[in-house]
């Protein structure tokens, strides 16, 4: 049977394809971010996703449905409570979370804001949920004024600091983070602190690229960890190696959007050696999704999608591309939350069948199990590989 010299698992944040069948639960009832965009702009046109089976998963206005795929194609559900992007990694990695992270849709509580104020020597401001560009128009003159760092949430699991660079920082700023981070545990363990540094005049804000995300570790060894023990690489491109808080990384990219994540995973397939290569593509959910701009994320889809003969180019014929997703963030939907949607595969490698349908995976856990069998990893506690279907 064919060997898998590489991994390379690209995760395009927030692209869904579909409710699922408990989305009734989470108010996402009707949420298909895919097939909603198409739908609002009369057709998508990604003929490379396309040739990768994309229009072969679900219907989806303007893409073939009948043609013969490059590959292996299919959905996968999400086993987890929540649908938030570190829950949706962790499972991608193998880790099925029973418990959802904690959400604030009224702000933190007094208990914790307290502690925070007490940690860093100053009150802040907002402490409410919202977008981070309209909180820093809301709040960034009296930031500038007072110098209070502003403190906001949304429907995820975050605890967001936003600061003018020049008011507070960037290295204060990140201190103001830790200290937050050790605060929030136990019962208000939040998935993520994240700094919002910001530049600018009022009126004229511009959040930065040195945001900076203070993740939880994962309570159980993923599938990084275990590549890792067998002296393979992980090599984490974008926000990847803050959502597993450093944990089962050997290398680590950061990036400042879809298509410099785009640059740096084709350089690692000029450079690395055996193991995995995860990245993540944050545009379509931070710049798009949550700020419900439908043609934003049409036109950034339409990026990724010019670029994938590039990526399929630079791949050697030992190598396995899995593109996939985390969550849904439908921004023809209400509100500005992430969606409970199924997340699309589409699979690909130089030496694996053509028209194959993975069909429904029970768990994102399909894909880390998969990585497992490939390299010769124990048995997962979770998940069922498709390596098998893949080969002759």
């Known amino acids: 049977m064919k060997k898998f010299n590489r991994v390379i698992l690209m995760v395009m944040d927030s692209v869904g394809i579909g409710e699922l069948p408990d989305a009734e639960e989470y108010g996402d009832q009707g949420a298909a971010t895919l097939q909603n965009i198409a739908a609002e702009l009369g057709g998508l046109e990604l003929p490379n996703l396309e ?30 409570k929540g649908k ?13 979370s029973e418990q959802p992270f904690p959400t604030y849709p009224d702000g933190f509580p007094a208990e914790v804001m307290d502690q925070f104020h007490k940690a860093i020597g100053r009150e802040s401001l907002g402490n409410k ?37 020049e008011v507070i920082p960037i290295d204060e700023l990140y201190g103001y983070c830790k200290k937050a981070r050790e605060i929030l545990q136990g019962e208000h363990a939040v998935a993520r602190v994240i700094a919002r540094p910001f530049l600018g005049e009022p009126g004229n804000f511009e959040r930065t690229e040195r945001r900076k995300d203070f993740s939880l570790t994962p309570p159980e060894p993923t599938i990084l960890n275990q ?8 090599n984490a491109v974008g926000k990847i190696t803050y959502i597993f808080n450093h944990s089962g990384i050997s290398n680590s990219i950061t990036t400042s959007n879809n298509m410099n994540g785009i640059d740096m995973t084709v350089e690692l397939l000029d ?7 995860f990245t993540n593509l944050v545009d379509f959910d931070q ?74 995976r029970a768990s994102f856990s399909d894909i880390a199990a998969t990585i497992a069998d490939i390299f010769d990893i124990d048995k997962l506690k979770s998940g069922q590989s498709f390596r098998t279907e893949l080969l002759d």
């Open 287 to 360: 710049n798009y999704g949550h700020r419900r701009n439908i043609g934003g994320y049409a036109a950034a889809l339409k990026d990724f999608d010019q670029r994938i003969p590039e990526i399929k180019a630079a791949m050697k014929n030992d190598d396995l591309l899995i593109i996939t997703a985390d969550h849904g963030c439908d921004p023809t939907y209400e509100g500005t939350d992430h969606t409970r949607e199924y997340i699309p595969l589409l699979v690909y490698g130089k030496g694996i069948k053509n028209d194959i349908d993975l069909g429904i």
């Open 129 to 165: 949920p919202a977008s981070g560009t309209v909180i820093i128009e809301e709040l960034g003159q009296k930031h500038l004024e007072t110098g209070k760092p502003i403190v906001y949430t949304s429907a995820d699991s975050v605890f967001q600091i936003a600061a003018h660079e």
């Open 227 to 234: 590549l890792q023990a067998k002296n393979l690489e992980v």
């Open 84 to 96: 938030d992007t570190t829950t949706g990694h962790w499972e991608i990695a193998g880790l099925i």
């Open 51 to 80: 040739k990768l089976g994309l229009g072969k998963i679900e219907s989806i206005q303007g893409l073939d449905s009948e043609l013969e795929a490059e590959g292996a194609y299919g959905k996968a559900a999400e086993k987890s």
């Open 271 to 277: 450079q690395s050696k055996r193991g995995l290569i």
